[in-house]
């Protein structure tokens, strides 16, 4: 469209709209903008006879939509969405577009017709109704799809490219005004070589970057001569673009604001960690100044997160106090407040607490390099199972109604008390049992598994109060406070004194979930698992319980997705979709699942529409269509786990295992987690699992102290 048929529109449209009332394009102001042509309009009054009284201002103006022409009016905010140009005293259409658009700040680049849901019919008074139309062509956003959360304007642009919101000329028209990181390592410097990589934000550098430049496109690609392939990697994954192709659009669409080409650097590689660590050694007496994290924030930033300056800063203090008490040998050294001076509780081999340097959830110091399951994955699962039970004990005794008689409308939506449930007891007893568990060098591997669950779930029922036919030993069982009684269900307190009298598989229900996080787990290592693999582990460990082929059929299926789950992947696979790749004959989750791959408006499913069934089905699905499609809204999705008629703490528990193996400890809600009784002792017991699970288990170190914290059942 050129720059006349553009006016020529606007023109129809004022003399159609506003009639003789002396308004008209104002010429000079017209110029071309992503979403199609700005026309700015004013009195003529104005624009031809000086009057500034006359004017209106702001100055109103018509985009001209490319390619089809629609007249729409700008947002009077940068960034913000345009809406169709409307008739007064006409009623209209009104555009239902996706949130994600405008929470993304690309306004400017027109609103996506792949992001309008549809259209509701507005009076023209002003009045909704009830009648929309759908829009067939919609697609869900990158949000709801699952895609991790972007950093900046750019990697909005690659997320909404990747879902087809928009097309390759619209996103290059985007990336003409933005900037990028090049590392000054691997193939810097080479700008005649056919690929050249860049990356949109510090959380996407190598692991291993801690130094380089900042600088707009319109920069970088006028230094190419040949046209060079650049593989942006971002949470869109790697998208390839040609410089060709960057130098064609900024023909169009030159960059508007200075160049930028600067030097940056990570912050544990500046002067201040250094300054804070000489003085901490004057400061405690130490022999000499501890080392700056440069470790640690590596291995944070290979586990998917980055230490932020503060946690360097506290890093650093810890392992002030941490050499202190190792030159001295006097653990009275420690400081009393741990979490201010850069330490976590953990437990010795007694039970007893001792301090280490804090890692924040963000890495493991002992093992930085992971082999099936990702360190993030795994104690984010088995935190976040403990968080979302404690959410859901608040509600697990209510229906609904009273649900929200009690909390409002909207029900719990907020951590009622932190005190851990009885879930997350037996699931600690049974994720250390599987640690212990030397099913990997026995001929009759299923039969060592099995007796190995069970001395697991026996030393809960002793910390219950029961007496048990076996040697309780281990570390865990001389924790105090696991010895309270959180009222555990009867029926499941019932079958497990069944299988300390010898009788097993005397229960039934969703009990027999407990089994698929820890089932899943014995297959994160090389030779780790059973031979059969973590389904048939899930199968031995459940049968302690119960012999229901519901209850033991769903386990496996839960089992698969928690396999899917805990992977070390960059980008981990959606729940919905993981819910959907598993199958299992006898197991239907997948119909109470979205399928944001179809085009259209995709049905959502909340939990109360599931029935309010204690069953183990309806438990699996109550938690699967919580968490489906609202992966990037932790909180919501917990709190939508819990607010139903069912078994609240299950479900709770389950959502919350499944989105904390997805964002990891520091993605579940912090308010919540700093009140999270034992919060350090489910961590550090996760810490454990993964080490010895992993390439190679602690175990194998020769020096008997593994055995002592994990005796061999």
């Known amino acids: 469209m050129e720059t006349a048929e553009a006016v020529a529109k606007v023109e129809e449209w004022l003399q159609a709209v506003h009639g003789a009332r002396g308004l008209r394009v104002?010429?000079?102001?017209?110029?071309?903008?992503?979403?199609?042509?700005?026309?700015?309009y004013n009195s003529v009054a104005f624009l031809d006879g000086g009057d500034a009284g006359k004017e209106i201002f702001p100055p109103p103006r018509l985009i001209v939509r490319e390619p089809d022409g629609q007249l729409r009016e700008a947002s009077p905010r940068p960034g913000g969405l345009s809406i169709p140009a409307r008739t007064p005293g006409e009623g209209y259409w009104q555009e239902l577009v996706d949130p994600e658009v405008a929470a993304s700040g690309l306004g400017y680049l027109g609103v996506p017709s792949r992001a309008i849901g549809g259209w509701e019919w507005i009076e023209p008074d002003g009045t909704p109704t009830n009648r929309d139309s759908v829009n067939g062509g919609y697609r869900a956003g990158p949000m709801r799809m699952g895609f991790l959360p972007p950093a900046n304007s750019v990697e909005w642009m690659l997320l909404f490219a990747a879902v087809d919101w928009l097309d390759r000329d619209r996103l290059l028209t985007g990336l003409t005004q933005a900037e990028v990181l090049v590392p000054h390592s691997g193939l810097v410097g080479k700008r005649t070589?056919?690929?050249y990589p860049v990356y949109t934000s510090t959380q996407q550098l190598p692991d291993d970057t801690t130094k380089w430049r900042r600088v707009d496109l319109a920069s970088l690609v006028a230094g190419f001569p040949e046209p060079t392939r650049l593989s942006f990697f971002s949470p869109a994954g790697t998208t390839d673009i040609s410089t060709a192709d960057l130098k064609t659009a900024l023909q169009q669409f030159p960059r508007l604001r200075p160049p930028v080409d600067v030097p940056e650097s990570r912050?544990?590689?500046?002067e201040e960690p250094a300054h804070l660590a000489k003085d901490m050694a004057a400061k405690l007496g130490l022999s000499s100044p501890t080392d700056v994290p440069l470790h640690e924030a590596r291995f944070a930033r290979s586990n998917g997160f980055e230490l932020t300056d503060d946690e360097i800063r506290r890093t650093v203090v810890g392992k002030s106090w941490e050499r202190l008490v190792i030159e001295t040998g006097d653990p009275r050294r420690w400081p009393d407040d741990l979490a201010a001076n850069g330490l976590q509780p953990t437990y010795d081999n007694d039970g007893r607490i001792t301090p280490q340097v804090d890692a924040y959830g963000k890495y493991c110091i002992h093992a930085s390099t992971s082999f099936k399951y990702g360190y993030r994955r795994v104690i984010g699962a088995i935190v976040g199972f403990a968080l979302g039970e404690a959410l859901g004990q608040a509600v697990d005794a209510l229906s609904l109604d009273e649900i929200r008689a009690r909390f409002g409308p909207r029900g719990v939506t907020d951590l009622v008390s932190g005190e851990i449930g009885p879930l997350t007891q037996r699931l600690l007893f049974l994720?250390?049992?599987?640690?212990?568990?030397?099913?990997t060098r026995a001929p009759d591997a299923e039969a060592v598994l099995a007796d190995a669950a069970t001395g697991g779930l026996l030393r809960w029922l002793h910390t219950q109060g029961d007496t048990v036919p076996r040697e309780v030993d281990g570390w865990l069982v001389r924790v105090a406070d696991l010895y309270a009684d959180r009222l555990p269900d009867p029926d499941e307190l019932a079958a497990i004194r069944d299988l300390a009298l010898g009788r097993a598989g005397t229960g039934s229900g969703p009990a027999a979930l407990l089994a698929a996080l820890p089932a899943a787990l014995t297959e994160g290592g090389p030779g780790t698992g059973?031979?059969?693999?973590?389904?048939?582990?899930?199968?031995v460990i459940a049968g302690l319980t119960t012999q229901s082929e519901e209850d033991l059929t769903a386990t496996e299926y839960l089992t698969g997705v928690f396999e899917l789950a805990l992977e070390n992947k960059v980008n981990p696979t959606p729940l919905w979709l993981a819910g959907r790749d598993v199958q299992v004959p006898g197991v239907d989750i997948a119909s109470t699942l979205p399928n944001y791959n179809k085009f259209g408006l995709v049905d959502a499913f909340n939990p109360g529409e599931m029935g309010a069934g204690r069953d183990t089905t309806t438990v699996l699905r109550q938690a699967f269509s919580a968490i489906a499609g609202f992966e990037n809204r932790t909180e919501l999705a917990l709190t939508r786990a819990v607010n139903h008629s069912g078994r609240s703490a299950f479900t709770g528990a389950l959502a919350g295992a499944l989105l904390g193996a997805r964002v990891g400890i520091p993605g579940l809600p912090t308010q919540w987690l700093e009140r999270l009784e034992l919060r350090h002792l489910v961590e550090n017991l996760a810490t454990d699992a993964f080490r010895h699970f992993n390439r190679a288990s602690p175990l194998s170190g020769g020096t008997g102290d593994w055995t002592t914290r994990y005796p061999r059942t």
């Open 431 to 439: 994720v250390e049992a599987v640690i212990r568990s030397p099913h």
């Open 26 to 40: 104002d010429h000079g102001k017209v110029r071309r903008v992503p979403e199609g042509w700005s026309v700015p």
């Open 193 to 195: 070589s056919d690929w």
């Open 267 to 270: 912050f544990e590689v500046g």
């Open 530 to 539: 059973l031979p059969q693999g973590t389904r048939r582990a899930a199968r």
